[in-house]
């Protein structure tokens, strides 16, 4: 269904974002002198994939300026997870392509705010291959696939789950449905607002209810009512729901200044309706996200666990 689909797509672009930016975390530490090469020798097999002792010291090399005190032990087995994501995702049919590990690599130097060369520099100046970093977002990128294909479709969450933290949450101020109109006084990026507050409250003093709310905003310049239509409180800011919810049909709420000018609602109607669809929106894509991850890491542990591993 196209709702499952966003949802599903909502909760494997938080998952990724999370990966990327744990990517560029500490790669702003000062330069040291690079170390000299280590000799390829095999540390471990992985499904008869070799991780050699020189993968282990150019992570271990990586993991230092991220602050990451993992360590020998630490950069050993984050390669093999990231050797088991990869083999996974080949087995799947999924294939990372140059161009996506060169946009993710982009990214990352985004992220703390460098040029791709400056990256490539401070990598180098560490000591570090460039494809230490780039193997680590391939396989992050094969995984997040992996992750879509084979772990997001039997993430499921329960509607009655969803219906009784929805009314747990849900305060007393967000069980009304309203039609609004908005008056705004006109002040385009806030510009003299101040100064048309004192119109603003003028203006709520005289009002008399929405079917006349037009012609009264015509004594005023600049002052433009818009149809709001139908909300639910949960769709408005708290404290403008709060303040709705004290107010009867034919109340105006406070001036708020906004970056078009001085803000007001009007209440046209207003009916009780206890609607958590707006909060169980919000609980679904938390609750899915962390679902996600479990299911994920779940599914990383199963291959590890059924991986022929060989330590040398």
């Not at 009314?167 to 039609?179: G, K, L, M, N, T």
Request: charged share 20%.
């Amino acid at each position: 269904m196209p709702g499952e689909s966003k949802r599903k797509t909502t909760m494997l672009n938080g998952f990724w974002n999370r990966t990327r930016a744990a990517l560029a975390a500490g790669l702003l530490l000062a330069a040291m002198g690079a170390a000299p090469s280590v000799a390829q020798a095999v540390r471990v097999m992985v499904n008869g994939e070799p991780i050699t002792d020189n993968q282990v010291a150019q992570r271990v090399r990586l993991f230092a300026i991220e602050g990451n005190n993992a360590g020998t032990n630490g950069a050993i087995s984050q390669l093999i997870d990231e050797a088991l994501m990869v083999q996974e995702a080949k087995r799947m049919g999924v294939t990372v392509s140059s161009a996506q590990i060169d946009a993710a690599y982009l990214q990352v130097a985004r992220n703390i705010k460098v040029s791709k060369e400056v990256l490539d520099q401070m990598m180098q100046r560490q000591g570090i291959g460039i494809e230490t970093l780039r193997d680590r977002l391939e396989a992050s990128i094969a995984w997040n696939s992996v992750v879509e294909n084979a772990v997001a479709p039997q993430v499921q969450i329960s509607d009655l789950e969803l219906e009784q933290q929805a009314a747990a949450r849900a305060q007393a101020s967000e069980s009304f449905d309203y039609i609004l109109k908005e008056i705004i006084f006109v002040a385009p990026g806030g510009q003299g607002a101040s100064g048309r507050v004192g119109q603003a409250n003028s203006y709520r003093s005289a009002f008399a209810g929405c079917d006349s709310a037009v012609e009264l905003s015509l004594n005023y310049t600049d002052a433009a009512v818009v149809d709001v239509g139908r909300r639910h409180a949960t769709q408005l800011p708290d404290a403008i729901a709060g303040e709705l919810a004290g107010m009867n049909v034919g109340g105006i709420t406070k001036p708020r200044v906004t970056d078009r000018g001085v803000s007001m609602l009007a209440v046209c109607e207003k009916a009780q309706a206890n609607d958590l669809t707006f909060i169980k929106g919000e609980i679904r894509r938390e609750a899915g996200q962390g679902a996600m991850e479990t299911a994920a890491d779940k599914h990383l542990a199963d291959l590890r666990a059924r991986a022929k591993i060989v330590y040398n």
